[in-house]
């Protein structure tokens, strides 16, 4: 977890470059990728003179016209796009007259052949409505007479017919009109249009304002593009695919001062991006990036009040969701396989229901502003009748989940919650190292050091006959080497016992009465859960 000896391997960036062109190709509409208004294979199309229509294509064997009405959404720029080929004889090609209500806008001499056909276009203007669009053949020649037989007739076949709009028509999805801000006919041509977009898009995206040299490399990557023959909303989305595999949008870089140089407070940007990122899981919003720029959100009063702010936003969700579930490790829990010839109770269902108890308890203290002290011990919690039944409650009915008043003192706090007991504990039986390990990590912040090298495992099994966990553990800490750490570990994982590997209430282990007593360093004594967690409180 040192950011400095990592490294993003060739395959990883390339899905990252795979992703951000998937994304802005569905965030931008081109003119690459838009529809035509017309698209007709020519036996579709209308005709005058000697035009013959196939289902495929219309041959033109002699001077004619084939056409079709093509309603106009706006006045504008419009490309004609007629795919064709000749029957070559005589001493030229082919001669095509595209036509707009008759008028000519453009000609074509056609060189293409049977075996691969090709698109001549035109660029016109035309009006809103609906208007008439052809291509006529207009140099007939034929010689049946003429000794070689590929000399001797002169036809035009017209394979389809595309009307392509030069501009974006009617109304743009959300995500083009929020980065698409300025445009060519706005704002003084492509290139500063291009500039204005980049500097807002990667400003967001990077979370702190654009170097000057860093967007004078998009708006080259935009003018490369340009170049290449793409329109300005596909060079757009080149330059911003550029951003999206940018370290700094990818990672939130905190620059490191230099040897020797104090430690340096965040500024307006980094924090705002810490802030964001841990109580939403997301970027900053208007308002954080608002107080970021004028310097400050620095500032403890204007901080505390942001905090207040976006814990009250329905995007704090994702605190509860993402932040207490780590913290909490409850993540593990999908993982969890308690042995289920020895705990036959546990299946989805109550493992689904252990992970929500927990996410609502913490989203209440969070919420409410409760203290966080209940996160140690609680007189209530949040269940439904599947996982009420598994810890003995009664008077819950249903699957929904309600807040639940908790009048024995075997539960309480996320300590006693079934998500966390399961998580701490083996498939086949508790585990007061791993419980009292958690406790340590968790909530004191105390993480005992790594166990020694070569030390041999609790005995398990047939070899652990005729003991009881608890005298396992005893010899197992009679090694020097493991009595230090576990003389702390041990003593807060057994005061838990009551609970078995999957959280349920026991007063046995097998045959076995439960010892949860124990005695903290310091010489400060409990007996069971309900003390050791006052004793947790107290401090």
Same mark, same amino acid.
């Given at each position: 977890?040192?950011?400095?000896?990592?490294?993003?391997?060739?395959?990883?960036?390339?899905?990252?470059?795979?992703?951000?062109?998937?994304?802005?190709?569905?965030?931008?509409?081109?003119?690459?990728?838009?529809?035509?208004?017309?698209?007709?294979?020519?036996?579709?199309?209308?005709?005058?003179?000697?035009?013959?229509?196939?289902?495929?294509?219309?041959?033109?064997?002699?001077?004619?016209?084939?056409?079709?009405?093509?309603?106009?959404?706006?006045?504008?720029?419009?490309?004609?796009?007629?795919?064709?080929?000749?029957?070559?004889?005589?001493?030229?090609?082919?001669?095509?007259?595209?036509?707009?209500?008759?008028?000519?806008?453009?000609?074509?001499?056609?060189?293409?052949?049977?075996?691969?056909?090709?698109?001549?276009?035109?660029?016109?203007?035309?009006?809103?409505?609906?208007?008439?669009?052809? $291509?006529?053949?207009?140099?007939?020649? !034929?010689?049946?007479?003429?000794?070689?037989? %590929?000399?001797?007739?002169?036809?035009?076949?017209?394979? /389809?017919?595309?009307?392509?709009?030069?501009?974006?028509?009617?109304?743009?999805?959300?995500?083009?009109?929020?980065?698409?801000? $300025?445009?060519?006919?706005?704002?003084?041509?492509?290139?500063? &249009?291009?500039?204005?977009?980049?500097?807002?898009?990667?400003?967001? &995206? !990077?979370?702190?304002?654009?170097?000057?040299?860093?967007?004078?490399?998009?708006?080259?990557?935009?003018?490369?593009?340009?170049?290449?023959?793409?329109?300005?909303?596909?060079?757009?989305? #080149?330059?911003?695919?550029?951003?999206?595999?940018?370290?700094?949008?990818?990672?939130?870089?905190?620059?490191?001062?230099?040897?020797?140089?104090?430690?340096?407070?965040? %500024?307006?940007?980094?924090?705002?991006?810490?802030?964001?990122?841990?109580?939403?899981?997301?970027?900053?919003?208007?308002?954080?990036? $608002?107080?970021?720029?004028?310097?400050?959100?620095?500032?403890?009063?204007?901080?505390? &009040?942001?905090?207040?702010?976006?814990?009250?936003?329905?995007?704090?969700?994702?605190?509860?969701?993402?932040?207490?579930?780590?913290?909490?490790?409850?993540?593990?829990?999908?993982?969890?396989?308690?042995?289920?010839?020895?705990?036959?109770?546990?299946?989805?269902?109550? /493992?689904?229901?252990?992970?929500?108890?927990?996410?609502?308890?913490?989203?209440? #203290?969070?919420?409410?502003?409760?203290?966080?002290?209940?996160?140690?011990?609680?007189? !209530?919690?949040?269940? %439904?009748?599947?996982?009420?039944?598994?810890?003995?409650?009664?008077?819950?009915?249903?699957?929904?989940? /309600? /807040?639940?008043?908790?009048?024995?003192?075997?539960?309480?706090?996320?300590?006693?919650?079934?998500?966390?007991?399961?998580?701490?504990?083996?498939?086949?039986?508790?585990?007061?190292?791993?419980?009292?390990?958690?406790?340590?990590?968790?909530?004191?912040?105390?993480?005992?050091?790594?166990?020694?090298?070569?030390?041999?495992?609790?005995?398990?099994?047939?070899?652990?006959?005729?003991?009881?966990?608890?005298?396992?553990?005893?010899?197992?800490?009679?090694?020097? %080497?493991?009595?230090?750490?576990?003389?702390?570990?041990?003593?807060?994982?057994?005061?838990?016992?009551?609970?078995?590997?999957?959280?349920?209430?026991?007063?046995?282990?097998?045959?076995?009465?439960?010892?949860?007593?124990?005695?903290?360093?310091?010489?400060?004594?409990?007996?069971?859960?309900?003390?050791?967690?006052?004793?947790?409180?107290?401090?």
């Amino acid at each position: 977890n040192i950011g400095d000896v990592l490294s993003l391997p060739p395959l990883l960036l390339e899905k990252y470059l795979a992703a951000a062109e998937e994304v802005m190709q569905r965030a931008i509409t081109t003119q690459e990728t838009l529809q035509p208004l017309v698209d007709l294979p020519g036996g579709r199309l209308e005709r005058s003179g000697g035009v013959r229509r196939q289902r495929a294509f219309a041959g033109m064997y002699s001077n004619g016209e084939v056409w079709t009405e093509v309603v106009f959404p706006t006045d504008g720029e419009y490309r004609l796009r007629i795919v064709a080929y000749g029957d070559q004889a005589g001493s030229e090609p082919p001669h095509m007259s595209i036509r707009l209500n008759g008028e000519e806008v453009g000609t074509a001499d056609v060189t293409a052949l049977a075996d691969d056909p090709q698109p001549y276009e035109v660029r016109l203007h035309a009006s809103a409505g609906p208007q008439r669009v052809s $291509a006529a053949f207009t140099n007939d020649y !034929y010689r049946p007479e003429d000794p070689h037989p %590929n000399n001797r007739d002169r036809n035009l076949i017209i394979v /389809r017919l595309e009307v392509f709009p030069l501009a974006l028509l009617g109304e743009l999805p959300a995500a083009h009109r929020a980065i698409m801000i $300025a445009s060519p006919q706005a704002d003084g041509g492509p290139a500063p &249009a291009a500039r204005k977009i980049l500097d807002r898009f990667a400003s967001r &995206a !990077y979370r702190r304002p654009v170097r000057p040299e860093e967007l004078e490399r998009l708006v080259h990557l935009f003018e490369q593009a340009r170049a290449a023959g793409d329109s300005f909303e596909r060079a757009i989305q #080149v330059a911003c695919t550029a951003v999206l595999c940018s370290p700094h949008f990818l990672f939130l870089v905190e620059q490191e001062p230099q040897p020797g140089q104090p430690a340096r407070a965040l %500024n307006g940007y980094e924090l705002a991006s810490r802030l964001s990122y841990f109580l939403w899981s997301s970027m900053p919003d208007d308002e954080l990036f $608002a107080l970021a720029q004028d310097g400050s959100l620095t500032r403890p009063d204007t901080l505390a &009040a942001q905090v207040r702010r976006m814990l009250a936003d329905p995007r704090s969700q994702a605190l509860v969701e993402n932040f207490s579930t780590q913290w909490l490790t409850i993540r593990r829990l999908e993982q969890a396989s308690p042995d289920r010839s020895q705990f036959p109770s546990f299946d989805e269902e109550l /493992r689904q229901a252990m992970y929500r108890e927990t996410v609502l308890f913490f989203g209440h #203290v969070v919420e409410n502003d409760r203290s966080v002290l209940e996160l140690l011990d609680a007189d !209530y919690t949040f269940l %439904n009748e599947r996982l009420a039944r598994h810890y003995g409650i009664e008077g819950v009915t249903g699957a929904e989940f /309600r /807040r639940v008043s908790l009048a024995d003192r075997r539960r309480g706090g996320v300590l006693t919650h079934a998500s966390v007991l399961t998580v701490t504990s083996n498939p086949t039986r508790t585990s007061p190292v791993k419980r009292g390990k958690w406790i340590l990590e968790q909530l004191l912040g105390t993480p005992p050091p790594p166990p020694p090298a070569a030390v041999e495992p609790l005995a398990e099994g047939p070899t652990a006959e005729g003991t009881t966990l608890r005298q396992r553990m005893e010899q197992h800490r009679a090694n020097p %080497n493991c009595a230090v750490c576990h003389a702390k570990l041990d003593p807060l994982g057994f005061g838990f016992e009551n609970y078995d590997a999957v959280g349920a209430w026991r007063e046995t282990d097998g045959d076995t009465p439960v010892d949860a007593s124990g005695t903290l360093p310091g010489g400060r004594s409990f007996s069971g859960a309900d003390e050791l967690r006052r004793l947790l409180r107290a401090e």
